[in-house]
């Protein structure tokens, strides 16, 4: 049976990818709504209750209220926004964080889905820490770099329409230390205190770099580049879109910048002073 796919917020910048990415399938229909049509409250509500599976793709306030306008108990929701990401009755949309979390997502009316940074950031942690390689305790600081598209619409037009000038090389944000994707990269991380965590714009349209770096009294006795990229390895071995320590290398990575939007996720685990201090780095489409 065809299921019917409603897009809430189908213009903006999440909403065109995932248009474009599932207009072609088969087995499914897409409910869109003309423009004349996006903001009315009652025509939004009655495509969200008529759908088998809706998608969102609106602002957290906006988010809330579509949520709160559905009446059909079938409906099953996937939120893009960082609404419901840490709500306790709503399932966070990372597989990769353990076992189960897959079913638990196949099986959920209530999907939050992650954000970007906290992707990142999650997947290099949860791993280490679970294995008691990394202390839960430490005060990490996390730097990230993502494209401008992160900005979503405006942010694109304003950087791709403003000639003759150029996009600045990097814009640093949230130096209040309150970004809105800390609460969920502390909850599923595991780590027990808020990480200093400085974002940046680049002037490359899409794809992420975060790293976060780890001094010797922030990991067990013993440990190595080597255990570090070992144990991302083995979390991550069977995962379809993570590619997991990659290489040990003895100078800072690369750090790959680009507009092709790949859609696998890559960890290392890098030396960067011959055992004094290590940094993990993960790039990946925004």
Not at 4 to 20: A, E, H, M, R
Not at 187 to 209: D, E, M, N, T, W
Request: hydrophobic fraction near 40%.
């Amino acid at each position: 049976m065809r299921q019917l796919i409603f897009i809430d917020g189908n213009q903006g910048t999440t909403g065109l990818q995932i248009v474009q990415r599932l207009r072609t399938r088969a087995d499914i229909d897409l409910l869109l709504l003309a423009d004349d049509e996006r903001h009315d409250p009652v025509r939004r509500a009655d495509a969200i209750n008529q759908c088998d599976i809706a998608v969102l793709c609106l602002p957290d306030d906006a988010a809330r209220a579509a949520v709160s306008s559905i009446r059909n108990p079938q409906v099953r929701v996937l939120d893009a926004s960082s609404a419901h990401r840490s709500a306790p009755d709503w399932i966070y949309g990372l597989p990769e964080i353990e076992a189960a979390q897959p079913d638990r997502i196949a099986g959920a009316t209530r999907v939050a889905n992650p954000g970007c940074y906290p992707t990142g950031a999650i997947l290099l942690l949860r791993p280490l820490i679970d294995a008691g390689l990394i202390d839960r305790g430490s005060r990490l600081a996390i730097h990230a770099v993502s494209g401008y598209s992160g900005q979503g619409r405006a942010g694109i037009e304003r950087v791709e329409h403003a000639h003759p000038r150029p996009a600045p090389d990097v814009v640093l944000y949230a130096l209040d230390m309150h970004h809105k994707h800390l609460p969920e990269m502390i909850r599923f991380s595991g780590l027990k205190h808020r990480p200093i965590f400085s974002p940046a714009y680049g002037s490359h349209r899409q794809g992420i770099v975060l790293t976060i770096g780890l001094q010797p009294d922030q990991v067990r006795p013993g440990t190595d580049t080597l255990a570090l990229r070992d144990c991302l390895r083995d979390a991550y071995h069977e995962c379809r879109h993570a590619q997991a320590g990659i290489a040990c290398r003895r100078e800072p990575s690369p750090g790959t910048f680009g507009h092709r939007a790949e859609r696998h996720r890559r960890y290392r685990a890098v030396d960067l002073r011959s055992g004094r201090s290590w940094a993990m780095v993960a790039d990946r489409s925004l």
